[in-house]
């Protein structure tokens, strides 16, 4: 093993911080998402829950409760929420996007079928509903229930934004945060608010935790196209051969001319893809400066999560979460 | 147009004495069903809201709080709620049962794709909650979070009952509940919740919700079979195509012979079918007296949503929703 694969990223370290609180999180989420009545239920979701995947959106609602100074176990139960929530829009993403693998493994809608991930789905979500009642907090209904809003839209407007190269960079941004960081941002916010936050941190918490996710986001559009370099790979090109429209691709179309346009139109805009398209489409991300323009879009989005916690009070987890940013967008520098 | 059919349901009398509440019902369904950035939404939304269904559940939440007194606003909001609730599960069940037809028209998933009513319904699901937390009651949300998850638990239930002769009245019952009593129920309750009714009244509207619920779903499993008659038409069958276990098939099976048995594993079981399977089903049915028993039990539901009203204070509503109880079975007298 390498040094540099030895050391800690900051995630590894807040989680490490946060380990106990972890641990309640994981116990609360095999005990709420069990069904006494339909053991199909805790079979699609051990299989998704058990894989694991990073648990990055609990850290971020643990994080935000503890460095601002909570002492109560409400936060347990945000967290658990906001997991119920992501796990529910994958099961149902695995069907809209007709996946076969996730987290290496392959999907619940190919292990079981459409109709197990759809309903479970619904099962986690109303699950996720009856964890934050027990908060007693309407304030925290409120903000789960408007993340949860914003991030049906962004996907139903990913659908039609799909193979349609009048996407402009504000529909992007709307289906990024649909994506991503409408729950990045909720897990902080609401971390904030049980732990009775004043104001001003409430806010931070909320516009990083969105800044952090459209940073994430940007950085795994652009390694889609291989990164600033344009590097192929074999897990690169799925956007390009899904028709889906990414900050790279608009970038590229706002500077395109005649003939480049009718290269979108052609693999974009019908799908009618050919050996070669995707190094044709990387030379011309790479003509108009796409790729770098995204990096740098990227890069600005990761500062501004840093800025937003520049008035928080000093904390560990502060410093953290600052790293995090960073870290964000490591994989593009 | 015969007199027969002149003659007004409890159910249009409720609407009609209820009419400006359920127009303001049908407004905010409007607005509420609306997303500035993704029209694909109310395009789907509005096929569905605009062939109107019967609007019953909403109807029985307006009931519960204008029979209990109340006098404010919040009720418009929880029918919606409710509304959107049903909406959504609908939208989900015509991709889990690959439907193509629905309230007489094309369904959704057939006119759009999938993607669109998974995706649709899990915005209207996120609309109804952030209807519910405007209305400041955690136990409204506690009520409706519950019967949500009794849905989809119900859902996923009969996914794994289907094909499976073992399915006895008990998961038969709580199939029905997630398929129709569990969203009834909680539209009375929450009614009369928002109403401040003392406990004995929130409790019988709860019980009148969940009868009534049962009555109605057991009447429709009959009338699959062609009522207590048994006789073929055009909507008949379907349950039996589907492989769908429900009460007539519950009760026909636990009084087979071997041969019997052998029949209900080759259809049901295997869906092996061929034709006159569906006659010679019906001819068992009859020979075990299974729709006549069903009959019976579907009559004893709706007799119970009546009794749960009896303690209830006079009111011309009370009456009717008693009526209601009557009509929900009078297709199967």
Known sequence: MSGDEARATPQDELARLL????????????????SEHAPRIPEVTAHLVEAGGKRLRPLLTLAAARMLG????HHIRLAATVEFIHTATLLHDDVVDESTRRRGRPTANLLWDNKSSVLVGDYLFARSFQLMVETGSLRVLDILAQAAATIAEGEVLQLTAAQNLATDEEV???VVRGKTAALFAAAAEVGAVIAGAPEPAVRALAAYGDALGVAFQMADDLLDYGGAAGVIGKNTGDDFREGKVTLPVIR??????AGERAFWERTIGRRDQRPGDL???????????ALEATRVEALGWAGRARDHLAGLPAHPIRDLLAALAGAAVDRIR
Chains 1, 2 share one sequence.
Do not use: Q
């Open 252 to 257: 590229a179309v706002a500077e395109a001319d």
């Open 19 to 34: 380990a106990d609180d972890m641990a309640a999180v994981t116990a609360t989420i095999r005990a709420r998402m069990a």
């Open 172 to 174: 992007y941004l709307r």
């Open 279 to 289: 190094e044709a489409a990387l030379a011309l991300l790479a003509r108009h400066g």
């Open 70 to 73: 909570y002492a109560g176990d």
